[in-house]
């Protein structure tokens, strides 16, 4: 608890100077509980409720222990910006190299947008121990052997949904992982007919009261605490893999802040990936864990969702809905933030106007008051908006293919699109064909991109 000498009332995040790794532990009932501090004053316990189909034995909870380590400090980042110390202490023990590189990227440059956002003097550079001895091996950047048990993380958008059919069409054992049950998630799953491993998360109840008080807060890396809770309940579960829904454009990130990229979507990325793949590696978990969709853009993946119809009426992709605030939830789309007009705005050249009206309740590219909002997500009049969303050379692609649709080329917001924000890029920038072919650039096994081809080509 915060000392006497500290009311909550003038929290001062430059009084604090370390950030303590104090202890985590999984008990037999799958409850893990991870316990941080910041310098001796303040202590900050996270709960997660694993699913279990019996009680786990102590050799089972051993096996597992390098992943609790790794989610202990994984999902440390979520309080250690409250202060943003430049210390970090490790009390349980010590992460190995490649681990300790993961961290000080997701502690350094996944604290990005964070940083930035708070008009920090400079990005946090926390430095993490690193344990000697033997270490495992690490493999090469991409497997060649199917897996034969795969978790397939969904957030009831359109990208898991994608996702988890490729991983359904390679004839791999399937099972379907969330933390929490939003509406979305609860329909995509219902819709995709499959089991379905339920985690509950439980932040510290202080945090809200910490950030009223005047602690930092912000952006954290969440792909990177979602993939490790995942990475540990497949473990329990003996699965072999994880396959992630993260794009290409992942990687892209949304402006140059003290010598970073900062993005948004660090933790997606593939830097971020490959990073946790070599942690994987050295403490020999027995998962590997890879993005599935990483070789796709995210307008090839709106064409493959597109003919995915058993989804469309379970999906929704706006984070309104996923707010820690309960009062400033939404219930399905807001229609009024970057990430639904991106949703929108790559669907519409493989929808019909009907359809998308159907789904999203109204016609975002019809609202003359919408246009600066979808300008905005080529960079036009500002830099990428902080939010899952594409990157540039997407929405002009996706605006080429919009101009030249009889079906959308009238619409208000189109036809400004059209005549405003296309003349001033290059006539090479956006090119739809380039945008919709596959990279190379990924870490899926090499078993499984034929099935990767199969959904996300042409």
Known sequence: MVADAK??????????????????????????????????????????????????????????DPLLSLLHWVAGVSYFKLAAPPQVSCET??????????LEALYSEGLGEFAYCNALAELPRPRFPRAEGELGTTPSPESSSAPNRVLVP???????????????????????FSIGEAPPIARTVAAAELPHLLVRRRLDPQLAELNAAGALNGHVPITAIVSCVALL????????????????????????????????????GLAAERLLGAALAEINSGVELFSILRPASELAIARAFARLERYHGAFTSCNAIFRLDSSLRTASWC???????????????????AHLREIFGVDLLDQESQFEGFALLTATGGHKPFECVGEEQESLAAMRLLAADPRWSAHRVVSRLAAEVLPAHPVTAGDPAEVLALSEEHRVPAALMSDVRALLGA
């Open 7 to 64: 009311p909550r009332s003038a929290f001062d995040p430059a009084a604090f100077a370390s950030f303590r790794f104090i202890s985590r532990e999984l008990d037999s009932a799958g409850r893990v509980t991870l316990r941080y501090a910041l310098d001796e004053e303040l202590e900050l316990v996270e709960e997660l409720d694993l699913p279990t189909t019996h009680e786990l034995s102590e050799a089972e909870r051993e096996r597992v």
């Open 93 to 102: 023990s010590v992460p190995t190299p490649a681990v300790a590189a993961l």
């Open 154 to 176: 969904v957030g009831g958008g359109k990208d898991s949904a994608v996702a988890l059919e490729i991983v359904r069409r390679s004839g791999s054992e399937l099972a379907l």
């Open 233 to 268: 309940t497949a473990a329990l579960h003996g699965f072999d893999a994880v396959a992630m829904a993260n794009e290409r454009s992942a990687s892209a990130g949304n402006l140059h802040w003290d010598g970073i990229e900062v993005n948004h979507q660090f933790s997606k």
């Open 335 to 353: 229609c009024d933030c970057p990430k639904c007009r991106f949703v929108f705005l790559v669907l519409a050249p493989f929808s019909s106007p």
